[in-house]
């Protein structure tokens, strides 16, 4: 059984608000929630439930209406905007949905393309490791165009890995990726977390995917609603269907 030694991040009484007056969202409301160090954390729920928001905002990418962030033990809003870009690049990973590769480098150099920016050399030891598990060795010195989207997105998740962050973000990271394709991607994610003791957060709408989770939280109207420990497909596929069912009622 893995043991967790801590909170990678962690949120208290967040609450995210857009607009005022008729036109006032609330996509978080009072959101406190920790994820924890060497865990796959799966965030779940209907469409506009808040499921990005509280990754952008848990990420650093966003800010708070009220409410705190901290990654580690590090408070977010006692940063400036350099602080938390040092923050962003040194100890968190990204995984979009877009693969967001720079179609002139090749894989290789996409992968180690934060690091160049900022100035450091990587770790290669580190760096091999992250590579072979992802399968890419023998396709570094490929461009995007000549890698297909489920080797473009094993780019992604090596670059996000290359730093060694602390906890990795990923939003529906296996979204435009066939079924296949995307299986490989989780279980990438799931071995970053087994084999190489990162933490990773990732926003989902695909009960298959969260099956490859630790744990699953789901959240509803901004809110936290449930906390799901050792999901499978068939359990979260059943609690979905809660809420579909709830909002034909409401």
Not at 215 to 233: C, Q
Request: contains cysteine; hydrophobic residues 40%.
């Amino acid at each position: 059984m893995r043991t967790t030694t801590g909170i990678a991040a962690a949120t208290a009484d967040l609450s995210k608000v857009y607009g005022s007056g008729d036109t006032r969202v609330v996509a978080l409301d009072r959101v406190s929630i920790a994820f924890r160090e060497g865990e796959f954390t799966a965030i779940m729920g209907p469409s506009g439930c808040g499921k990005s928001t509280l990754m952008h905002c848990a990420a650093g990418l966003d800010s708070p209406s009220s409410g705190s962030v901290r990654v580690g033990t590090t408070e977010l809003s006692t940063l400036g905007d350099r602080q938390l870009t040092e923050l962003r690049r040194d100890r968190i990973g990204f995984i979009f949905q877009a693969f967001n590769l720079l179609p002139t480098l090749t894989a290789l150099e996409n992968i180690t393309l934060p690091l160049t920016i900022a100035g450091r050399r990587p770790d290669q030891q580190w760096l091999d490791r992250v590579i072979s598990m992802v399968g890419l060795s023998q396709r570094l010195g490929h461009r995007p165009a000549q890698l297909s989207g489920g080797q473009q997105q094993r780019v992604a998740v090596a670059r996000a890995l290359a730093s060694r962050p602390a906890i990795i973000f990923g939003d529906e990271p296996t979204g435009n990726l066939d079924s296949r394709s995307g299986a490989e991607v989780l279980g990438f994610l799931r071995d970053s977390v087994r084999e190489l003791g990162r933490t990773v957060v990732m926003v989902t709408h695909d009960p298959v995917a969260a099956g490859y989770a630790d744990r699953v939280i789901f959240l509803a109207d901004g809110r936290l609603v449930d906390d799901m420990p050792s999901p499978t497909p068939g359990r979260v596929l059943d609690r979905m269907k809660d809420f579909d069912t709830r909002s034909r009622t409401s």
